[in-house]
């Protein structure tokens, strides 16, 4: 089975502080998608990877940054921690392929005060 | 705007009955069509997809129609069991060089009542 590993479930973090979500993945998948979900606006795409080194922005890159230096491990990175980036925040991985089908993890629930 | 719209934020079905979810899109260009399905504190999971090419697709108790003239799929879950309440999420793909695509719309809640 696929297996998509986010490293902290719940995170408490102060405005103004570095946030690092990282993620990892077990099937050698191309792909690697960071969501960030919250009541009443689904699952909106904040950046994506499709190899090493490389990085696409989704729909709300403003205020994250992100790194995927190893195929494995793709991570989220919040420069200046703000209060509305509290959300649940979800790591994918998916083959090259036309589908569409992701593997989620099970998401890192970041609280920022 | 919005490419994928689930216009139900939630639905309540009695156990046994068939649970109908709807789903609305605009780009006539996705090649699929998903629903993952959402526990509380866990990440989605995909349900089941259709192509663009097909009109119906089913698995077990879940069955996927899609409507291209209308820009419409809907997901049935006959017999809808307890364990089935959950936030539904329909999601449209296109692939292209260079380009993946994957748009989801906000979600369906769904609760089967024992």
């Known amino acids: 089975d696929v297996k998509v590993t986010q490293s902290s479930r719940y995170l408490v973090k102060r405005t103004g502080e570095k946030v690092f979500l990282e993620c990892v993945q077990d099937?050698?998948?191309?792909?690697m998608f960071w969501y960030r979900q919250d009541p009443g606006l689904g699952l909106r795409l904040i950046y994506f990877?499709?190899?090493?080194?490389?990085?696409e922005k989704g729909d709300i890159p403003e205020g994250y940054s992100v790194s995927r230096e190893k195929k494995e491990r793709f991570s989220l990175i919040l420069e200046s921690a703000s209060t509305n980036q509290t959300s649940m925040y979800l790591c994918?991985?998916?083959?090259?392929?036309?589908?569409?089908?992701?593997?989620f993890g099970e998401g890192s629930r970041l609280t920022v005060l | 705007d919005q490419q994928v719209k689930q216009n139900s934020p939630s639905l309540s079905v009695q156990e046994g009955r068939i649970s109908i979810l709807n789903c609305d899109y605009t780009n006539s260009m996705f090649d699929y069509f998903l629903w993952y399905k959402k526990y509380p504190a866990e990440g989605p999971t995909f349900l089941i997809s259709i192509s663009s090419i097909k009109d119906k697709n089913e698995d077990g108790r879940f069955t996927v129609f899609l409507n291209k003239s209308a820009k419409h799929l809907s997901l049935h879950i006959v017999p809808s069991q307890p364990g089935d309440s959950a936030v539904y999420f329909c999601a449209a793909f296109v692939f292209g060089a260079g380009s993946y695509q994957l748009t989801f719309g906000k979600g369906t809640k769904l609760s089967v009542i024992p």
């Open positions: 099937m050698d998948h191309e792909n």
């Open positions: 994918a991985s998916s083959p090259a392929g036309e589908t569409g089908e992701l593997f």
């Open positions: 990877s499709y190899d090493v080194k490389m990085k």
